[in-house]
C-alpha cells in the first residue's frame, strides 16, 4: 500500500496571499471603512478580505493577541471576522495573516489602528444670546434676520469633542469654541420672519452626541399697522 505525503514548511507570502483588506463600521451615524488611525462607534466591526486558493484560514489579532481563526471560502477565496462578543471601548490594532493547509502562518498585514468610543459626551451647549436680540434682550425675539448665535459650554469637553449647532431642522454645523463659550456666525443667512427652534449639541469624533438642547427663536421685522394698533388717541 502506498500513500503520499507533502512536506510544506514555507509559509505564505502575506503580500501577495492577502488583498483588498477592508474594516467596515456600519451603526450610524458615521458609516463606512475604517482606516488606519480612526475612531468609530461600532463595537462590530467587520473585518474582511480575499486571499489566494491556498490560504484555507485568516487568523486575526489585535496586535500581539489571538482572536479568531476565520475560515476562507473556497468558492469566492473571501474572508469574514465580526467581533463576538463586542469590543468594549478603546483603541485596537487588527491583523489578518494567512495561514496553508500545512498550517503554516504567514506574516501580519499592515495594522489597521483604530478606536472604539460608545460614551456620549457628558457636556452640554447651551444658547445663551443672538446678536442682535432687539427689542427686550434675552426674550430671543428680534427684528434682525441675520444673526450670530453664542451660549456657554456646560461641563467640560473631552479631546476631539465639538460644538455643533443648527437652525429648524437643518444640517448640523460645527461652531467655534473658546474656553468655555461658543459661537456661530449665521449672518451669512437671511431668517423669514417666523418662529424657528435653534438645537445645540456636543459630538465626538465618532459620531456620537449629547441629546441636543431646543431653544426658540423669533423673527418679526414688520412694523405694527399703525391704524389698527393705536385706537383712542386724545390730546
Do not use: C, M
Not at 29 to 43: C, E, K, L
Not at 171 to 181: E, K, N
Not at 221 to 234: E, Q
Amino acid at each position: 500500500l502506498e500513500k503520499e505525503i507533502v512536506i510544506d514548511t514555507k509559509a505564505p507570502d502575506t503580500d501577495t496571499a492577502l488583498s483588498d483588506l477592508s474594516l467596515l463600521d456600519n451603526v450610524d451615524p458615521i458609516t463606512g471603512q475604517i482606516v488606519d488611525g480612526t475612531v468609530t462607534n461600532d463595537t462590530t466591526p467587520t473585518f474582511s478580505g480575499k486571499a489566494t486558493p491556498e490560504v484555507v484560514e485568516v487568523n486575526i489579532y489585535d496586535g500581539d493577541k489571538f482572536l479568531a481563526k476565520v475560515p476562507v471560502d473556497p468558492n469566492t477565496n473571501t474572508w469574514s471576522y465580526t467581533p463576538s462578543p463586542a469590543l468594549i471601548d478603546g483603541p485596537y490594532s487588527f491583523i489578518a495573516k494567512p495561514v496553508d493547509l500545512a498550517g503554516n502562518e504567514g506574516e501580519g498585514t499592515d495594522p489597521i489602528d483604530f478606536k472604539i468610543l460608545t460614551a456620549v459626551p457628558t457636556a452640554e451647549a447651551e444658547l445663551t444670546a443672538i446678536t442682535e436680540d432687539t427689542g427686550l434682550v434675552g426674550d430671543f425675539v428680534t427684528k434682525d434676520a441675520e444673526l450670530e448665535f453664542s451660549g456657554v459650554i456646560n461641563g467640560t469637553l473631552a479631546a476631539g469633542e465639538k460644538v455643533q449647532i443648527r437652525v429648524a431642522g437643518g444640517d448640523w454645523q460645527d461652531a467655534t469654541v473658546t474656553g468655555t463659550t461658543w459661537s456661530y456666525d449665521h449672518t451669512g443667512t437671511s431668517l423669514a420672519d417666523g418662529t424657528y427652534k435653534v438645537e445645540t449639541r456636543i459630538t465626538n469624533t465618532a459620531g456620537t452626541s449629547s441629546t441636543p438642547l431646543e431653544k426658540e427663536i423669533v423673527i418679526d421685522t414688520k412694523a405694527p399697522d399703525t391704524d389698527t394698533a393705536l385706537s383712542d388717541l386724545s390730546l
